[in-house]
């Protein structure tokens, strides 16, 4: 299974617009940060996590020429926003899968309602085709994808575990009977948004305590704003086993 790492960001990016912060202002390209999303593949499957704004531009970074679903985390822009731009896949392939909680399908809907209607249809507009995610196993591709359900805030959100590897972004509590589901890993990507307190991200602090207790072979930090520092010098700061994502990494599971 390869992972690559399409963004690393929070929901503004790195650099922030305007911003004089130095972490914005770095010319390390580690420091340089597209809205979060990750593409997992395995065998000849391919499959995007959360498409943002800035989705054309990962997936030419990536070479991608296919995909064979979307997954979605939760419905908020910096994850949903490039949905438009699957059309060159629709124009090659068909209608897409989309992988969601109820909930977010139906916020999909509202907004990108050119994409899901059946009637007087836009020739140019992609489709899909709805997949709804429970809290409960499903097929993906040749294997079962463990969903892990999170609150970000007051909103649920799901994070997904495809065998020894799990993805959570975007979370802020978790129950223990969830966190059991997430045992025995090979790599955790969890979301670090900074150092201090936030109503809605672990923190630093709260995301380490999280990777310590799971205890997986290695994590990986995502969801990152410039305000938890230059990756450099926080990669200096983390256990052994924990590393400070950065876009266009790719691990091998």
């Keep these: 299974m390869k992972i690559t790492f ?8 790195i650099p922030v617009i305007g911003s004089t912060n130095p972490v914005c202002l ?7 940060r597209l809205r979060v999303s990750v593409l ?5 499957y391919t499959y995007v996590i959360d498409c943002g704004p800035d989705f054309r531009q990962q997936m030419l970074r990536a070479k991608c020429t296919k995909i064979d679903a ?14 438009d731009d699957i059309r060159p896949y629709f124009f090659n392939q ?14 999909l809907t509202r907004r990108f309602d050119y994409i899901f209607t059946t009637e007087n249809k836009y020739p140019g ?17 040749n294997i079962e994808v463990v969903p892990i359900n999170a609150k970000h805030y007051n909103i649920q ?4 575990r495809f065998q020894n590897f799990a993805y959570l972004t975007d979370i802020k509590t978790i129950e223990d009977s969830e966190l059991q589901k997430l045992k025995g890993l090979d790599v955790l990507v969890i979301n670090a948004l900074r150092e201090t307190e936030h109503p ?19 994590a990986y930090l995502t969801h990152i704003s410039h305000l938890l520092g230059f990756h450099d010098a926080v990669q200096q700061t983390l256990p052994e086993n924990v590393f400070l994502a950065y876009d266009n990494l790719q691990i091998t599971i």
């Design 200 to 218: 809605s991200h672990l923190n630093l602090e709260q995301a380490l305590e999280i990777i310590a207790y799971l205890n997986p072979k290695r």
């Design 26 to 32: 770095s010319t390390n390209p580690k420091d340089k």
């Design 94 to 107: 068909g209608a897409i899968p989309i992988y969601a909680h109820k909930r977010v399908l139906g916020e």
């Design 40 to 44: 997992v593949e395995w065998d000849s």
């Design 157 to 160: 959100v799901f994070g997904y």
């Design 125 to 141: 507009a992609p489709s899909v085709v709805q997949h709804e995610v429970k809290n409960e196993a499903f097929p993906l591709g």
């Design 6 to 13: 399409l963004g690393t960001g929070t929901s503004q990016g």
């Design 70 to 83: 979307v997954i979605f985390t939760h419905e908020h822009a910096d994850h949903t926003a490039g949905l």
